[in-house]
T-cell receptor, first 110, second 109 residues
């Protein structure tokens, strides 16, 4: 079983659509959770941290369900520039060991 | 834009060559990392350094040899690599929230 599992996609959506990605993780001791974004042939960049209470940053909302070991990312009003691969990441309690999911590819069409 | 730089950006080497990848961070972080990203596979953590000391070796073959002379610099020495080692090698720094360099795209012939 993969430690961090994501649907690879691609998710093809029109501009303005709302799209949601899900992620499950296997290590119940995981302490910190993140969504990273990776553009084609570029390095991953932190999009947002994910908190137990849920958090929002503009059009992006992240949620964590520790009991189900499930993380989600919701993107509202999709833009062409949102096209990228979204990586679900979990961290151990020391904060050094990041485990990455395989990523979900999003393609926003005009 | 990024506080983490990597050189070279591209590298082609034969299986008998020896080369080194360099990473430098200007963010004042005490932890640095090497990752490998192969096509269609998740990012794989290779090595972790905290305060210049190696704290994690994720079962990486000995043909990859890291070096961390100070908290700002990290090297990955390569020798007798295999074609399956061709990948994007990413350096990162930070704690929990990690900042990545642009990577070195390595091709082993």
């Amino acid at each position: 079983r993969k430690e961090v599992e994501q649907d690879p996609g691609p998710f093809n959506v029109p501009e303005g659509a709302t799209v949601a990605f899900n992620c499950t993780y296997s290590n119940s001791a995981s302490q910190s959770f993140f969504w990273y974004r990776q553009d084609c042939r570029k390095e991953p960049k932190l999009l947002m941290s994910v908190y137990s209470s849920g958090n929002e940053d503009g059009r992006f909302t992240a949620q964590l369900n520790r009991a189900s070991q499930y993380i989600s990312l919701l993107i509202r009003d999709s833009k062409l520039s949102d096209s990228a691969t979204y990586l679900c990441v979990v961290s151990d309690d020391a904060g050094n060991m990041l485990t990455f999911g395989g990523g979900t590819r999003l393609m926003v069409k005009p | 834009e990024t506080g983490v730089t990597q050189t070279p950006r591209h590298l082609v080497m034969g299986m008998t060559n020896k080369k080194s990848l360099k990473c430098e961070q200007h963010l004042g972080h005490n932890a640095m990392y090497w990752y490998k990203q192969s096509a269609k596979k998740p990012l794989e953590l290779m090595f972790v350094y905290n305060f210049k000391e190696q704290t994690e070796n994720n079962s990486v073959p000995s043909r990859f040899s890291p070096e961390c002379p100070n908290s700002s610099h990290l090297f990955l020495h390569l020798h007798t690599l295999q074609p399956e080692d061709s990948a994007l090698y990413l350096c990162a720094s930070g704690h929990n929230e990690q900042f990545f360099g642009p990577g070195t795209r390595l091709t082993v012939l």
